[in-house]
């Protein structure tokens, strides 16, 4: 941060191209931009303070919560509900768990925002405890917060770093966000993966989509699928597209994206990418990866460099992990790269590489 925007936009792509290294015939597209404050479409607030002095931000090194609540990363929208959604803490007398001493309840209150400026809210709860509470002031929530159109509570027992945990309770009828991307209606779920900034999202959708379509390969395999984005976004009357996935709640919503829109021939499954690929009788013609960050790791990538596939699209969030993985697939030939800054203000980006088949 305090960095020109174009001075970090410059530097990702440096850093990009050196970790790809020298490659003959790979064409590096124009870096891919969004707003530069105010891109932030969710919102991961971990609990601190008291009862009636919440805060909802993230811990200092001694544990003590940090406000967040006006942190310009994120859009006008969301950044307004989060003053309400502190009021609700007090009001349904939410204590914020204490990470030193292991009491508490409230965890974290994460929020998404669609492009209609709907909202999703979710409160991370040690247990269901309070749970009763949360259902008595829900209505003043909802009144207070009229954009929540999915609200939810997820427990989190275990006195762990992770975000989430495995158990949802839904607190309203409707059950999933409507995330309008270019031309595609994705439903983002609880527990469901969805891009940072839903601009650069839309970009990197349509990117894979054109070399799709310029490929134009009978059958696609989308992998790490998340809510369906590159699945729905490759489909085509004449092609059949598989997403795969772990997460039962985004293939929940990858579905109906697909039934909405009258897709056919897209389909989704749930489960492990690795496994699904090694498991498989045939290979597709091309294959989608949009792995976490560890990358795909040396199975995946070894079933990748020995199969049939012809041509992959790779989006990562760690060219570290892209590098190795590519290191391990030389058969697969980067041809075209593309950074998008899906992370303003910070040293992360997105990349986009197209590779062939030598």
């Known amino acids: ?32 931009t969004g707003p530069e404050a ?28 940090v406000d967040l609540r006006d942190c310009g990363l994120y859009p006008p929208g969301l950044q307004a509900c989060l003053p309400v959604l502190a ?51 829900l209505p003043w929530l909802r009144a207070a917060l009229p954009r929540m159109v999915v609200a939810s509570v997820n427990l989190l027992p275990e006195h762990k770093a ?24 994705l439903q983002l779920r609880p527990q469901g993966f969805f891009q940072t900034s839903t601009d650069v999202a839309a970009a990197l959708y349509r990117q ?25 976004h490759c489909a085509a009357p004449d092609r059949d597209v598989l997403g795969v996935e772990t997460s039962a709640e985004a293939v929940a919503g990858a579905r109906r ?5 009258g897709l056919d021939r897209v389909r989704f499954a749930v489960g492990d990418a690795t496994a699904f690929a090694l498991g498989a009788a045939a290979a597709p013609e091309l294959v989608v990866v949009n792995p976490p960050r560890r990358g795909l790791g040396p199975e995946l990538a070894g079933w990748l460099e020995a199969s049939a596939v012809r041509h992959v699209v790779y989006s990562s969030c760690s060219t570290t992990s892209l590098a190795r993985d590519l290191a391990a697939m030389p058969s697969l030939v980067p041809r075209r790269a593309q950074v998008l800054d899906m992370f303003p203000q910070t040293a992360h980006y997105e990349a986009i590489v197209l590779l062939e088949r030598g």
């Open 1 to 32: 941060m305090g960095t020109p925007y174009p001075e970090q936009v410059a530097a990702k792509q440096r850093h990009c191209r050196e970790a790809l290294g020298e490659r003959p015939g790979l064409t590096w597209l124009e870096p891919v």
């Open 38 to 65: 105010g891109f932030r479409t969710k919102a991961k607030m971990v609990a601190g303070g008291t009862v009636d002095r919440p805060t909802l931000g993230i811990l200092d090194a001694h544990g003590h919560g």
């Open 87 to 137: 009021d609700f803490v007090t009001r349904a007398a939410l204590t914020p768990y204490d990470v030193a001493r292991r009491t508490g309840e409230l965890k974290s209150v994460l929020v998404a925002q669609s492009p209609d400026d709907e909202l999703m809210v979710r409160l991370v709860l040690r247990s269901t405890e309070p749970l009763a509470r949360i259902r008595k002031h």
């Open 162 to 185: 992770v975000v989430e945990g495995d158990r949802e309770i839904l607190l309203t009828e409707v059950t999933s966000l409507r995330m309008r991307v270019n031309d595609i209606d």
């Open 208 to 232: 894979a989509r054109a070399w799709v379509t310029e490929i134009a390969p009978a059958s696609v395999w989308d992998l790490y699928c998340g809510v369906g984005g590159f699945a729905l």
């Open 257 to 261: 994206s697909a039934h909405e829109a």
